[in-house]
């Protein structure tokens, strides 16, 4: 069985009615005085000019810095295949000149491909012109 509670009821709230009004404050402002204008005027005018000058050093290098990103991004991808051989006891010297060179010859096989096809494309396009001028 179910047993109930026993706590007394909640106390009721007083009608809205009997309670007394909020005091209200009445906040004047102060007069700003010129100083203070003037500081914070420097103050964002000194903000503006660092962001300017920040933005316009990282457009002057915005290719070094998409270099970076791009040398980060290989990095951290060839990463763990040389802490795989480091797992399998080569030292990590070696490691990493083992994955720099195939990471080399899989870029120079992917480079070979794309020429060869592009030597391709260029000798079948040179021989449907041909074929096409003899058309007309």
């Known amino acids: 069985m179910t047993e109930l509670s026993t706590s007394?009821?909640?106390?009721?709230?007083?009608?809205?009615?009997d309670l007394p009004a909020p005091a209200v404050a009445?906040?004047?402002p102060e007069?700003?005085?010129?100083?203070?204008?003037?500081?914070?005027?420097?103050?964002?005018?000194?903000?503006?000019?660092v962001v300017s000058l920040g933005t316009l050093i990282v457009y002057?290098?915005?290719?070094?810095?998409?270099?970076?990103?791009?040398a980060a991004?290989?990095?951290?991808?060839?990463?763990?295949?040389?802490?795989w051989l480091i797992r399998h006891k080569?030292?990590?010297s070696y490691a990493v000149a083992i994955i720099f060179v195939l990471f080399?010859?899989?870029?120079?096989?992917?480079?070979?491909?794309?020429?060869?096809?592009?030597?391709?494309?260029v000798?079948?396009?040179?021989s449907a012109a041909s074929f096409f001028c003899r058309l007309t």
């Open 90 to 92: 080569v030292r990590r």
């Open 31 to 49: 007069p700003v005085s010129p100083r203070t204008v003037f500081r914070w005027s420097v103050a964002a005018g000194l903000g503006l000019l």
């Open 123 to 126: 000798v079948a396009s040179a």
């Open 60 to 70: 002057n290098v915005r290719d070094l810095l998409v270099q970076i990103a791009v």
């Open 26 to 28: 009445v906040v004047t």
């Open 8 to 17: 007394p009821p909640p106390p009721s709230e007083p009608p809205v009615a």
């Open 104 to 121: 080399l010859a899989l870029i120079g096989g992917l480079m070979w491909l794309a020429v060869r096809q592009r030597a391709v494309f």
């Open 73 to 83: 991004f290989i990095a951290l991808s060839l990463d763990p295949a040389v802490r």
